[in-house]
């Protein structure tokens, strides 16, 4: 990888292309479960490795690649989450997900979590998917979103906490929802 | 066990279920406007990161300072070698390189009596587009610039996004807006390409109309939601992608107005964006855009 990166910051383009096919999974599921959006996050990965490309030369330490595609990524995605408050567009999200085998029991759990984590703030959901996803620790994800450490704990605290409290309260309108389906 | 008990397990198994493999279209996408993406100079990408370096003008003179030290260092070290053994070098001058870079300035604001005054400089020496000197245009009180980069720049009133004004040189209108991923298209410089790319995108476009925009001849239409067959059949309505990246759109009571701008050759996009803007909104934009003056490009 470093090899090609150091090809790719001289203007290779094929060393560039190779890098971004190694890399464009990751990094669109990143984006996808920070964005929760499957068409954004297409843009996101998209924005993120072109940006990757034009600042390459900027790159100082080839070491340093992925923390910095990750970084590049989640400004992608926080540009991502803005637009809709800059250009408020109609666009209604077509995506085709497998469907998911409910034998545990656990899809109700799943659709709390999920409902719970769209209240998130962009910021709070990176700090969230950058430790329990990618099992980066607090102090490489402050190092990833260029924060102090107590950010990303703080954070990620407020973010636990707001995903908990939506989690009890959800449980507790399952009645009266059920009710009046 | 309780929801709060098992609340780590289930978000880790929530953020495992969900794809992980991105669509065979996106790589596609990437390696297509890889081909077409200029990458930047490591100077300047590093001089722009550095806090000290906040004036254009001061990173370009840093760097012509820092070439001429290197220049004068490296022809002292020169100097100082042994002469090396063979014929004596030939007594020919060697030339001094001479380095020229044209400085990007950024927009300056004045306050006036009404408001507040935009003189700007827009364009790149990257690509085919040239510098403008000055553009300028008043800003009615209560607006402020919003985006700010070589290559585009906005206004907003700073109650919301309800009325946008752009500056800009080029956007890129998407290939085909209702294929996912989205793929922007380069269109070439003159005010026709960017017209003829505009005029058959699937949403309403007006007739296009000659105008002025003080003295330049230019183009202006209109763009506004589709209705029905002419909408994609997800419904989005995307349309352009900006220079700053950012995918724009129409949508409900939404209206996009641009104008092609032929400044000596070069091309200057303004584009007025009103969604549920008031009356004074829509004014105010339109007193921007007449507002609106433009120099010849400067000469190379």
Redesign the interface.
């Known amino acids: 990888v470093q090899d090609l990166v150091e090809l790719a ?1 001289r ?1 290779d ?1 094929d060393a ?2 190779a890098l ?2 190694s890399s ?2 990751r ?3 990143i984006a ?2 920070i964005l929760q959006d ?2 954004r996050a ?2 996101a ?3 993120a ?3 990757a ?6 790159l100082r330490d080839p070491t340093r690649f992925q923390p910095w595609l990750n970084r590049l990524l989640v400004r ?1 995605c926080y ?1 991502e989450a803005g ?1 809709q ?10 995506s085709i ?2 469907a ?1 085998d409910d034998s545990t029991g ?1 899809l109700a ?2 659709d ?3 409902r719970a ?1 769209r209240r998130l703030t962009v910021e709070q959901r990176a700090v ?2 950058l430790h ?2 990618v099992g980066l620790t607090l102090k490489e994800v402050s190092e990833v979103l260029t924060i102090p450490d107590g950010t990303a704990r703080s954070r990620l605290h407020y973010a ?1 906490r707001i ?2 409290a939506a ?2 309260a959800d ?1 507790r309108s399952w009645p009266s929802e059920g009710r009046q389906a | 066990m309780t929801h709060q008990d098992r609340f780590p397990e289930l978000l880790t198994d929530w953020l495992e279920s969900q794809p992980a493999s991105a669509p065979d279209q996106l790589l596609e996408s990437v390696l297509h406007d890889l081909q077409q993406a200029p990458q930047r100079g490591s100077w300047r990408v590093v001089l722009r990161r550095l806090p000290m370096f906040g004036q254009n003008a001061i990173r370009y003179y840093a760097v012509a300072g820092a070439v001429v030290l290197a220049v004068v260092i490296g022809l002292g070290f020169w100097a100082g070698q042994p002469p090396p053994a063979g014929p004596p070098p030939s007594a020919t001058p060697v030339p001094a390189p001479t380095v020229t870079v044209a400085p990007i300035p950024d927009p300056t604001i004045q306050p006036t009596d009404t408001g507040q005054s935009m003189v700007w400089s827009i364009g790149g020496p990257d690509d085919y587009f040239r510098f403008f000197t000055p553009l300028t245009l008043e800003l009615p009180r209560g607006w402020d610039v919003q985006y700010s980069s070589a290559r585009m720049a906005g206004a907003t009133p700073r109650t919301g996004f309800d009325a946008m004004l752009f500056l800009t040189t080029q956007v890129r209108p998407f290939e085909d807006p209702c294929a996912r991923p989205l793929v922007a298209m380069n269109v070439g410089p003159a005010v026709d390409d960017l017209i003829d790319a505009l005029a058959i995108l699937p949403v309403e476009v007006s007739s296009v109309t000659d105008t002025v925009i003080d003295g330049y001849p230019a183009k202006q239409l209109t763009i506004s939601e589709a209705s029905g067959a002419s909408a994609c059949e997800d419904g989005s309505q995307l349309i352009w992608r900006w220079e700053n990246g950012i995918n724009h759109g129409v949508g409900p009571e939404s209206v996009t107005r641009l104008w092609a701008v032929n400044i000596d050759g070069t091309r200057l996009v303004i584009v007025a964006v009103e969604e549920d803007a008031s009356p004074q909104e829509k004014a105010q934009l339109q007193q921007i855009v007449d507002s609106i003056r433009l120099a010849p490009p400067a000469s190379d």
């Open positions: 910051s203007g383009r560039f292309a971004a096919s464009v999974d990094l669109f599921a996808r479960r499957h068409d297409q843009d990965v998209q924005s490795l072109l940006g490309w034009r600042d390459l030369p900027s992608a540009a637009k408050r800059a250009f408020r567009v109609s666009v209604r999200v077509v997900e497998p998911t656990w759990d799943r709390q979590i999920e984590f969230v998917v329990f996803y636990l995903l908990r989690i009890e449980s």
